[in-house]
């Protein structure tokens, strides 16, 4: 069965540098997401993206952030001038239609020094 | 303000026997109502959704159940086995693209 795949699997970064977190969605699937799980709480939501543009964002998604889907396969999630707080399990998905089923990867942590 | 509430916060229960987690929610407008199925240091499965007009829906073992009425749903899990010891999230969507999750049910499930 297609898998979005995330790398890395974890990823250790000193604050306020820059990281890009990658994703494969499933690759006939047209809406994609970003979500991050800080530990011990809920799944957050963060941007969708669509027909290469962005279609909703949280209030966490600020100019810190930014996606990109730089060509057919990727989806990338940037994170500028990381900070301790962004300490957290980054999920990508993605979806075939806007009301179905959305495929998450296995995610991302991402550890800020 | 959105949010979805699920009790209990953890379930301990012995291999073959039923369960059943709660979800209520209070998210406007309602779109679709999701159970997820979340292994430890994996993302999210999707095992049911569910729209407006639906009140109930199986797969496999699990059964969900909503009242848009009450504004509450069920997941039901019959003769639980060890491979379902994971969390139970509830997650209400308001229009297509954002999902409210909730925190979730931690269910352990003993030989």
């Known amino acids: 069965e297609p898998e979005v795949t995330q790398t890395p699997s974890h990823q250790v970064t000193q604050m306020g540098q820059e990281v890009i977190l990658r994703c494969v969605p499933i690759?006939?699937?047209?809406?994609f997401y970003w979500y991050r799980q800080i530990l011990g709480q809920k799944v957050e939501f963060l941007v969708s993206?669509?027909?290469?543009?962005?279609?909703?964002k949280s209030e966490i998604f600020d100019d810190q952030f930014s996606v990109e889907r730089p060509d057919g396969s990727n989806f990338t999630l940037k994170i500028r001038s990381t900070k301790l707080e962004d300490s957290a399990m980054y999920f990508c998905?993605?979806?075939?239609?806007?009301?179905?089923?959305?495929?998450f990867g296995d995610g991302t942590r991402l550890s800020i020094l | 303000k959105n949010q979805v509430e699920q009790s209990p916060q953890s379930l301990i229960i012995l291999e073959g026997k039923n369960c059943t987690l709660q979800?209520?929610?209070?998210?406007?407008?309602?779109?679709?109502l999701r159970w997820y199925k979340q292994d430890t240091g994996r993302g999210p499965v999707s095992l049911t959704i569910?729209?407006?007009?639906?009140n109930t829906k199986s797969n496999g073992r699990y059964t969900a159940t909503l009242d848009a009425d009450t504004k509450q749903s069920s997941l039901h899990i019959t003769a639980s086995q060890l491979s379902d010891s994971a969390s139970y999230i509830c997650?209400?969507?308001?229009?297509?693209?954002?999902?409210?999750f909730g925190t979730g049910t931690r269910l352990q499930v003993f030989p």
């Open positions: 998905a993605s979806s075939s239609t806007l009301q179905g089923a959305k495929h």
């Open positions: 690759s006939n699937h047209l809406y």
């Open positions: 993206f669509y027909n290469n543009e962005i279609s909703e």
């Open positions: 979800c209520n929610y209070t998210v406007s407008p309602f779109s679709n």
């Open positions: 569910m729209t407006f007009s639906e």
């Open positions: 997650v209400v969507s308001a229009n297509g693209d954002k999902l409210i």
